[in-house]
């Protein structure tokens, strides 16, 4: 969804646990090693777009190895939960930051 601001993530593989992914694409697209035992289940998104229905785990992360990048040319910004609405995002994504306001 070029141009608007995501959550990092991406889609589960054949054969791939929905952590395990999450794990993959940290190191794909922000070059940083998060260990498992360190992500914790916050909630998930369940959204209906016009070509395929989204099921979308958010899980928190306090703890990874390395410094966040933008491997793959994106933009990359530390943003206090508060204020994530004044960044376009997916429609998916804009329920889960309530989830994300509570949690800090």
Request: include cysteine; proline fraction near 9%.
């Amino acid at each position: 969804m070029a141009g608007l601001w995501e959550f990092p993530g991406g889609k589960v593989e054949d054969g791939e646990r929905p952590e395990e992914t999450l794990i993959r694409e940290l190191g794909e697209e922000l070059g940083i090693e998060v260990n498992e035992a360190c992500l914790a289940p916050l909630t998930f998104a369940s959204h209906t777009y016009e070509d395929f229905h989204l099921l979308m785990p958010l899980y928190i992360c306090r703890r990874w190895d390395g410094f966040p990048q933008g491997k793959e040319n994106q933009a990359l910004k530390w943003v206090r939960a508060v204020r994530l609405r004044d960044y376009p995002m997916p429609a998916a994504d804009e329920p889960l930051i309530p989830h994300l306001i509570d949690a800090v």
